[in-house]
């Protein structure tokens, strides 16, 4: 499947690779305000053009300007499907390791799923496609405006690695502002399906709701959340959400990444035949997933709320 979401949802395409990238977002209610310049400013937030290479290490540069094509009429949703394209610019194809596994990648994987025995066929795996959950995020966002509804996502750690090697990071996000009774119970909770929207995210491992973890080291007078006779809350070690509903706290979420796999120093590997070989990156890859993450985070915080809001 190719598409987040059931109320509000995104269906994207295409790969690294290819000639552009793009989607389809379904059940935009109409007459929303869609805020073209805000919808490409989040886009550049994802974009290498403002990250010298000190920070992204990556020489490969998009422009990712987003085009739509329709389901907009005079700056406003018209209730019609939301389609965009952004152009891939900068391809470049490594042929020197065609043929080899990339160690943590996914060219094993998709050797047994699918057959492929060429990495270019994985494009559709690299965080190239996260563009598209941008554009999508950033139209659920223009809708959790009008609801007084705040996203915001900051770099909590990266590792320190040498020259050469890439580092795992930890990203925090915090949903503000968002009323109680938000979630279903069992099956479908709001942690839940924030849950499968940020593991959806390439190179994330790990997921937290407020104490996450922690919480297991605590006893039950440590860690409940209390409240007042006017129903304000002592604390917040639920992170915002109670039986896989929202209780009006602001929702604490923390993401753990892997370090991105291709490395820009050798790697003892096979190839798709299973002799010996090495893999080794180039400068077309990120030392870390921050900063660029972020609005990715962001975007899907953003598209699991709006299908609970509409």
């Known amino acids: 499947m190719n598409t987040f979401g059931t109320t509000f949802s995104i269906t994207d395409f295409g ?56 389901g907009i009429y005079e700056g406003r949703s018209t209730g019609a499907p939301i389609a965009f394209l952004i152009q891939n610019e900068d391809v470049k194809v490594n042929k020197e390791n065609d043929g080899v596994l990339k160690p943590s990648h996914a060219s094993y994987v998709l050797k047994e799923k699918y057959g492929h025995t060429c990495n270019e066929q994985g494009g559709r795996f690299s965080a190239r496609q996260t563009a598209c959950r941008v554009v999508g995020g950033a139209i659920a966002k223009l809708i959790l405006r009008g609801h007084g509804i705040e996203i915001e996502a900051w770099a909590e750690s990266v590792a320190e690695v040498a020259a050469g090697d890439t580092a795992g990071a930890v990203v925090a996000c915090e949903i503000r502002h968002l009323p109680a009774g938000l979630g279903e119970p069992t099956y479908d909770g709001l942690d839940a399906r924030l849950a499968a929207a940020m593991l959806s995210i390439p190179a994330c491992k790990g997921f937290e709701v407020g104490e996450g973890f922690r919480a297991a080291t605590l006893g039950g007078s440590e860690y409940n959340d209390r409240q007042t006779t006017d129903f304000r809350f002592l604390s917040n070690h639920d992170g915002g959400i109670q039986s896989g509903i929202s209780n009006g706290q602001t929702i604490h979420l923390r993401i753990a990444f892997k370090p991105i796999p291709s490395l820009q120093i050798n790697q003892q590997t096979i190839d798709f035949q299973g002799n010996t070989a090495i893999y080794k990156g180039h400068s077309r890859n990120d030392i870390s997933v921050v900063p660029r993450v972020l609005p990715v985070v962001e975007a899907m915080a953003a598209l699991t709320i709006v299908n609970f809001i509409l």
């Not at 690294?16 to 805000?38: K, L, M, R």
């Not at 550049?44 to 998009?62: F, I, M, P, Q, V």
């Open 15 to 70: 790969e690294t690779h290819g000639e552009c990238i793009g989607g389809v977002i379904d059940g935009c209610p109409a007459g929303i305000e869609i805020d073209q310049t805000f919808v490409q400013k989040e886009l550049s937030r994802r974009s290498l053009h403002n990250y010298d290479d000190a920070e992204g290490n990556n020489t490969r540069r998009e422009d990712d300007r987003v085009r739509f094509i329709s």
